[in-house]
């Protein structure tokens, strides 16, 4: 299990977005937060869109702009 995580954070780590002094940890690697975190990067530097679903906000429409009124003259 954390074979493929600690290749990961070194990997993380070469790519300069592992703070010093932040070090490996299990319970990360254990929820594979690593693997996930680089692969998110490699997406993202190689310029690759990842499809949106219904519920991103991307997909989501606008709220109707609210009606203009005029001020009331009492």
Do not use: N
């Amino acid at each position: 299990m954390a074979g493929p995580e600690l290749q990961a954070f070194r990997e993380l780590d070469k790519m300069g977005l592992i703070l010093e002094g932040e070090f490996f940890s299990p319970f990360m690697a254990g929820q594979d937060h690593y693997t996930k975190l680089l692969a998110a990067m490699k997406v993202d530097r190689l310029g690759i869109k990842r499809r949106a679903t219904p519920d991103s906000p991307s997909q989501q429409c606008d709220p109707p702009p609210a009606e203009a009124t005029a001020p009331f003259d009492d």
